[in-house]
């Protein structure tokens, strides 16, 4: 079993991801995404994990960033990805990958769906 944890030490959805993760004993790689971006195959493949329709449901739309670059009128998902990438603070938290399926732990509730 392969796990991954994309996570903001600073956001408590994610401090509280890795809690649980930590709690039930299971060993993960943690990847402090802000510090160490994914590129954007890794993102396309955390998009196609989770079972999206398009990248803009992993973006957080609230951020700065997703204003400044005209997100909200980009239907190119490559576009989207890229803009992941060179902005890793649009990027939803936490995210834990687990062999073929991830889930955003938001709620946490989805990331103890793909651990069962």
Same mark, same amino acid.
């Given at each position: 079993?392969?796990?991954? !944890? ?15 993760? #930590? @709690?039930?004993? !299971? $060993?993960? +790689? ?10 954007? #195959? @890794?993102? =396309?493949?955390? *998009?196609?994990?989770?079972? !999206? %329709? ?13 204003? #400044? !670059?005209?997100? =909200?009128? &980009? ?6 990805? *890229?803009?992941?990438? @060179?902005?890793?603070?649009? /990027? @939803?938290?936490? &995210?834990? *990958?687990? $062999?073929?399926? %991830?889930?955003?732990?938001?709620? /946490? +509730?989805?990331?103890? +769906? /793909?651990? #069962?």
């Amino acid at each position: 079993m392969s796990m991954k !944890l994309y996570h903001n030490p600073r956001c408590s959805k994610s401090r509280a991801t890795k809690a649980l993760l #930590d @709690e039930r004993g !299971l $060993d993960y +790689e943690t990847v402090l995404y802000l510090e160490t971006p994914p590129d954007t #195959d @890794e993102l =396309s493949a955390l *998009v196609n994990k989770l079972g !999206l %329709a398009s990248a803009r449901d992993m973006m957080r739309k609230g951020e700065d960033a997703y204003k #400044d !670059l005209g997100l =909200s009128s &980009i239907s190119d998902e490559d576009a989207l990805i *890229v803009a992941m990438s @060179e902005h890793p603070r649009l /990027i @939803e938290r936490p &995210i834990v *990958v687990k $062999d073929d399926k %991830a889930a955003i732990g938001r709620p /946490i +509730e989805a990331v103890i +769906e /793909i651990l #069962d």
